[in-house]
């Protein structure tokens, strides 16, 4: 035991002290000597007085603390305090849905999110990924050096990060998967040979979560080189959502074996033949299924109630993008060309399930066309038709949304086409949608509605800013709104609270 | 006008926070208006005729024809968000009648308070007011004889015995206190019982903690031959009350009072509101305490961050921190530009050791400086721009906030230093200075 202190024996008590400790400061020597004489528990507590007024008068700064490099200085402003005050609410709770349309407004208007909010916002990214590139552009410069703070924060590292220099030298062997990710990315951009072969080379020794995010950051942007190991390592995977990423990589480099042999294959089941006075799509069903199959994913047994021909059929159509269609029949328009009505459901099934693989919107369109005029009741297995919709447009960008919920809204109910508008929000623009906007307008007045007050949120959310005024000033003439019109008033409002501070910059 | 962290600030909770942010749009509203005296309109409520609710901006004073208790009420912070967010909204331009009738009272009133003040008070029956004095301090006295044979018992014992670390221990203590009328000794020995496990370190904290209460209450007993400024500082922390007569008649220091931290805390349903005030010319500093009980709001005249020119008068004591207004109507403004800061961690503690040297009960120390946050040995620090550092304990978030807000850069933070370490209060972002303590942002 050290020297006795003055804690020590307060803790123990003074009935058992034979002496006051000595001071622990010099500076003490003088007082303490006059404490002497005392009773011990007043000497104690006087001793106690003296040393906490010199402690803390006598407290000393700390010199030698390393403080962080400084970020570096963003070239945009600050948005704007109005702005801001909707952010904040938004990250709140309230609102909650409008975080997408805050964010695409500020990055739009060219300003930044505020630094006091960045840490709640980066909060959010790690919670929901689909919010990371937006608020990764809206943090600037601090995003990245953010990230550093919280393994959690990782993403921002990444998503935001184009800056050559940014990343260590050993990211590939050192870093967090995010960090290896945002690394292979730059290389891929760089050099796609060199980037194939290091992820060919390390693939053995990749945990099966960092093979995933592998193929899924190839299945978006593929290349040529990548087709060695996509085929002979990435095909061959157990896990379900690698070979599918590698499929559709592979799908979109003809060069690959699995292109050319998907693209036979659809080609001998569909062919376009004269029928009577009509040329028709038809389906030659194949007799046996093709062990081969198996490897590229086809399943051989049917779920109940489809025939086994039909089921292999479909999944071999819908192996093929919608994009390939065209060149594969030798027509231009083989959305809206006539069917073979023997097996007109498989054929539309393959295509909608195709339709996952990345397409062009425009046939994306024609198939959508062709399917709202279906009568899906006469299917054996008739698929939701919103659900086919929204998983078809949901990854578009907003404006080419509304532009095929506007060519096909005629053909729908008002109920579904509330509920898509509600569920997909995109920017209805009163001009070029004519239709969507009167569907709204009568949506938010109609008494009788059954519309939720979430969903009349959501609506109030798809019409263009410079609408909202005029919307604003037609509901105000309406005595008693409904909760669902009043909600869709509050929403349109709470709008009208940021967007007028976040106008589009071109400069 | 406000700023909307500074309506935000004003919020009497919640509710009327999230009820007034969704009053500040125009549909909400009959008529709005503002003119540089005030901001008015007529909200449309659930009866038959709207309400009047306005502002005055001179003070912030508000009035508002419904029947809500609270204050200010939602049409008032509405009103306020609109104002500071939107003010293209308040389309009016000239005052109803109701307006600036409510204003002109106002200031009538306030002339007839001021004249009040001035005129000469009923003498007192001093009499009797000598004799509820004297049974007082009988009363402490006793109170003073328990006391310290309950501190020097606990010493005797150690503070290691168990029963020191339980929470009724000092609160039956403190309860007997409150009887003998030494409701500042109470308040110390009630802040005892949160310190037991708080901390590493908290036996010894205890202990300090102890000898500062038994030093008190030495110089209590001793106050006939201390000097008048200690005898008042020891008598006040005992629990006497200083009358503000008493305090209005002292000389103040009339400068321009940057308010630079607010920080309302809640106990026994009484809610104080404590603000630092820094006077930019002397460099005093000054804390102006105001209290409700709940539901009421402790009513502020002058907004977090903004400035105002008037005198505030030191309470009697040495090295007092508290002080009073002169008036509660000089208008604050808001700076263009925030106020330099003025400290360093090195002037800070320097200030610091010059009043412990002179008042060892003082505990905080409050501050305005540049720096940043950083860690030192796992813990956080905030770094001022020489490089120097003092131990920092972060409230919930602070950390990663202003680490953001700062980026690697000293930036003015105010708060307080209590000689084991730093708390911030208040900040600025972006040129706005808000407080630690208001609902996020």
């Known amino acids: ?507 | 006008m406000l700023t909307p962290d500074q309506v935000t600030a004003l919020a009497p909770d919640a509710s009327s926070f999230k009820a007034g942010r969704d009053l500040a749009v125009a549909r909400k509203w009959q008529t709005l208006g503002k003119d540089s005296r005030a901001l008015w309109g007529l909200a449309l409520g659930s009866g038959k005729n709207p309400y009047q609710t306005c502002v005055s901006l001179d003070d912030i004073a508000f009035k508002c024809s419904c029947p809500s208790r609270k204050f200010p009420c939602k049409h008032a912070l509405g009103l306020l968000f609109l104002g500071a967010e939107n003010a293209s909204a308040l389309t009016e331009e000239r005052p109803p009648d109701w307006v600036t009738e409510w204003l002109d009272a106002r200031t009538k009133r306030e002339q007839k308070v001021s004249e009040m003040e001035a005129a000469p008070k009923k003498a007192k029956d001093e009499d009797a007011a000598r004799k509820r004095r004297e049974k007082r301090g009988d009363r402490i006295d006793g109170g003073i004889d328990q006391l310290e044979q309950f501190l020097t018992d606990t010493i005797r014992g150690g503070i290691g015995q168990s029963e020191v670390a339980a929470p009724g221990h000092w609160e039956a203590l403190a309860r007997r206190l409150v009887d003998a009328q030494a409701p500042g000794l109470a308040g110390m020995v009630r802040n005892l019982s949160f310190l037991p496990h708080s901390e590493p370190g908290w036996e010894t904290q205890l202990l300090h903690e102890l000898g500062s209460l038994h030093l008190l209450i030495a110089a209590y007993r001793k106050r006939e031959s201390l000097d008048p400024d200690l005898r008042a500082e020891v008598a006040q922390r005992v629990g006497w009350p200083v009358e503000k007569e008493e305090v209005l008649a002292r000389k103040g220091i009339a400068d321009r009072w940057f308010v630079a931290t607010r920080q309302i805390t809640e106990s026994d349903r009484l809610l104080t509101s404590a603000s630092w005030l820094f006077a930019l010319d002397s460099g005093h500093w000054a804390l102006v305490l105001n209290f409700a009980a709940l539901p009421a709001r402790p009513v502020e005249p002058w907004p977090l961050g903004s400035v105002v020119e008037t005198e505030l008068i030191p309470y009697p004591g040495v090295a007092p921190d508290r002080a009073l207004p002169r008036t509660d109507s000089a208008p604050a403004r808001l700076p263009e530009s925030l106020p330099e800061a003025p400290d360093s961690i090195r002037t800070l503690l320097r200030r610091t050791a010059d009043t412990l040297g002179r008042n060892p009960w003082r505990s905080r120390h409050p501050f305005y400086l540049a720096a940043q946050p950083a860690r030192h040995a796992g813990r956080p620090v905030l770094v001022d721009t020489t490089g120097e550092a003092l131990p920092w304990k972060p409230g919930t978030g602070e950390e990663d906030m202003l680490a953001s807000i700062c980026a690697g850069r000293a930036i003015p933070l105010a708060g307080e230093w209590n000689g084991r370490h730093l708390s911030v209060l208040a900040a600025s972002n972006s040129g706005s200075w808000f407080s630690l303590q208001a609902p996020p942002p």
């Not at chain 1, 202190?5 to 803790?11: C, D, I, K, P, V």
């Not at chain 1, 007085?49 to 407290?59: F, M, T, V, Y």
């Not at chain 1, 062990?291 to 047994?301: Q, R, V, Y």
Request: aromatic letters at 6%; a negative charge.
């Open chain 1, 1 to 507: 035991m050290n020297t006795p202190s003055l804690t020590g024996t307060a803790l123990l008590g003074t009935a058992r002290m034979a002496e006051l400790p000595p001071p622990s400061h010099p500076l003490l020597a003088t007082p303490w000597s006059e404490l002497a004489g005392q009773e011990s528990a007043r000497a104690l507590l006087q001793a106690a007085a003296l040393e906490k007024a010199a402690l803390h008068a006598g407290a000393v700064p700390i010199t030698d603390v390393a403080t962080p490099e400084p970020c570096p200085e963003d070239r945009l402003p600050v948005a704007p305090p109005g702005a801001v005050q909707a952010l904040a609410r938004i990250l709140n709770g309230d609102y909650a849905r409008n975080l997408h349309e805050w964010l695409t407004a500020a990055i739009a208007a060219r300003v930044l999110a505020p630094p006091r909010i960045l840490p709640a916002l980066l909060e959010k990214g790690s919670r929901e990924k689909e919010f990371r590139p937006l608020i990764a552009t809206v943090s600037g410069s601090r995003g990245p050096w953010l990230a550093r703070r919280h393994e959690r924060w990782g993403w921002a590292l990444a998503a935001g990060q184009h800056d050559e220099d940014s990343f260590a030298l050993d990211a590939w062997e050192t870093g967090t998967t995010a960090e290896r990710i945002a690394w292979l990315a730059r290389e891929r951009r760089r050099d796609p040979a060199e980037a194939a072969k290091t992820i060919g080379e390390s693939w053995a020794t990749e945990s099966p979560e960092s093979r995933e995010a592998i193929a899924a950051l190839v299945a978006t942007t593929p290349d040529p080189a990548d087709i060695a190991w996509l085929e002979s390592l990435a095909l061959a995977e157990r896990r379900q959502a690698i070979r599918q990423s590698a499929r559709q990589a592979l799908i979109a480099l003809p060069e690959s074996d699995y292109h050319r042999r998907t693209v036979l294959r659809a080609g001998t089941l569909l062919e376009v033949r004269r029928k009577g006075l009509r040329k028709v799509i038809t389906l030659q069903a194949p007799a046996a299924f093709d062990p081969l199959w198996h490897a590229d994913g086809i399943k051989e047994k049917p779920p109940t109630g489809t025939g086994e021909k039909a089921w292999w059929s479909r999944q071999l159509i819908a192996a093929v993008p919608l994009d390939l269609w065209s060149g594969i029949l030798g027509i231009d328009a083989p959305f809206s060309h006539a069917l073979d009505s023997d097996w007109r459901e498989t054929i539309l099934l393959g295509w909608l399930d195709a339709a996952r693989l990345p397409s062009r919107p425009d046939h994306l369109q024609a198939l959508l066309e062709l399917l709202v005029t279906e009568d899906l009741k006469k299917f054996t297995a008739p698929p939701d038709l919103s659900a086919v919709i929204r998983e078809m447009v949901a990854p578009l960008p907003s404006p080419l949304q509304s532009d095929i919920l506007e060519a096909i809204a005629p053909r729908l109910e008002k109920p579904t086409a509330l509920a898509l508008l509600a569920n997909l929000q995109p920017a209805v623009r009163s001009r070029a949608h004519p239709r969507l906007h009167t569907l709204l307008r009568d949506g938010c007045r109609d008494t009788q509605s059954t519309l939720t007050r979430p969903d009349a949120a959501a609506l109030a959310s798809c019409i263009e800013p410079s609408a909202i005024p005029d919307f604003l000033l037609a509901l105000s003439k309406i005595s008693d709104l409904t909760a669902s019109a009043e909600e869709f008033a509050r929403t349109l409002e709470f709008r009208q609270t940021y967007l007028p501070h976040l106008t589009p910059r071109n400069d």
